[in-house]
């Protein structure tokens, strides 16, 4: 069964940085990513999941949350078929579970609803990312 595969998160200090991976498992084909918008979310104990940032599927248009603009990057390289995280500057808040999900329809745009984690249909299963003060 293809799913998505996050690598990447660790304990870090407050000021460095990581950088997150997804990646399709199994039997994947070439398009199972590359063809979709990815989105990364977080949660954090006792909180709801958060929207951090989203790509298309091209990589020309990528949307922040406001808690991380200017310090997370995300990208994607659809030969690989892997989206990245890239994470600076990380804070003690940013302390969460990361998950990638993929959009449900192929190509589409992102220019609403990429905050909604209901627009998502293929998730992984997440990686830690601790941040110490």
């Known amino acids: 069964q293809v799913q998505l595969v996050e690598s990447g998160g660790g304990l870090v200090q407050a000021g460095g940085s990581l950088r997150l991976s997804c990646a399709a498992s199994g039997r994947a084909l070439s398009s199972y990513v590359s063809n979709y918008a990815v989105g990364w979310f977080r949660q954090a104990p006792g909180k709801e999941r958060e929207f951090v940032a989203v790509i298309n599927w091209s990589g020309s248009i990528a949307v922040y949350a406001d808690s991380v603009q200017g310090r997370f990057t995300i990208s994607r390289d659809n030969v690989k078929n892997t989206v990245y995280l890239q994470m600076n500057s990380l804070k003690f808040e940013d302390t969460a579970v990361y998950y990638c999900?993929?959009?449900?329809?192929?190509?589409?745009?992102?220019?609403?609803?990429?905050?909604?984690?209901?627009?998502?249909?293929?998730w992984g299963q997440g990686t830690q990312v601790t941040v110490s003060s």
């Open positions: 999900a993929r959009d449900q329809r192929a190509l589409a745009s992102i220019y609403s609803s990429y905050d909604v984690p209901g627009r998502y249909d293929s």
